[in-house]
């Protein structure tokens, strides 16, 4: 069982350490519904491989492990990694030890028909964050929805993420959901 490469992860991790959605803190808009609106079942997985980045020391996290035969995930995963982490925070985080997926929210890739990579609203994203109904991605901070694109393109040099994100854009054209 191989993991995603560590020092992929952290690249991914580092291009978005800094940027934002907004040029201001968009948690003001909604409450940082995104980090406090936990329903029971709700959470954040991690990129399989993304947890030797948790030293333990952390006190925001609260574990779960989801089989990939059991939780949803790209098809090919199931023979690929047994469980996949899934994070459920107790409070707000120390924000330099946040998770890849919390860096890119609310935004996934679509993989396009030419190879080329776009940044979408994530579907999960409808109904919690704010963004989507109040902003169109071109009128979010150019500098976030680059570098989450570089971000993804840069995960996507392994052939597990490759598949994760072919299985979103799947996911994207079965919904029919319209650029936004
Ligand atoms: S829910 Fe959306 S607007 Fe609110 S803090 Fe999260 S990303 Fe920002
Ligand atoms: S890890 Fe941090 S950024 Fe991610 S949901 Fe939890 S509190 Fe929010």
Same mark, same amino acid.
């Given at each position: ?8 992860? +952290?690249? &991914? ?9 907004? #040029? /201001?803190?968009?948690? $003001?808009?909604?409450?940082? !519904? ?11 997985y991690l990129i399989p491989g993304e947890l030797p ?18 939780? +949803?995930? &790209? ?9 996949? #982490? /899934?994070?459920?925070? $107790?409070?707000?985080?120390? !924000? ?5 997926e919390c860096r890119t929210y609310p935004l996934w ?70 650029p936004a």
């Amino acid at each position: 069982m191989r993991m995603v490469d560590l020092s992929l992860i +952290e690249a &991914a991790r580092q291009l978005l350490a800094d940027v934002t959605p907004l #040029p /201001f803190d968009c948690g $003001t808009l909604c409450g940082h !519904r995104c980090c406090t609106d936990f329903a029971p079942n709700e959470g954040v997985y991690l990129i399989p491989g993304e947890l030797p980045l948790f030293d333990g020391t952390e006190d925001f996290t609260r574990w779960q492990f989801h089989r990939t035969d059991e939780y +949803e995930f &790209a098809p090919a995963w199931e023979r690929r990694f047994d469980s996949v #982490p /899934f994070l459920q925070c $107790t409070r707000l985080c120390d !924000r330099s030890r946040r998770p890849f997926e919390c860096r890119t929210y609310p935004l996934w890739p679509y993989l396009r028909a030419d190879g080329t990579l776009e940044m979408r609203y994530s579907f999960l994203a409808h109904g919690i964050c704010p963004l989507p109904e109040r902003y169109r991605i071109d009128q979010l901070d150019p500098a976030f929805v680059d570098a989450a694109r570089r971000a993804w393109e840069l995960l996507m040099q392994d052939e597990a993420m490759r598949e994760h994100v072919e299985w979103l854009t799947a996911q994207y054209d079965a919904l029919e959901l319209p650029p936004a």
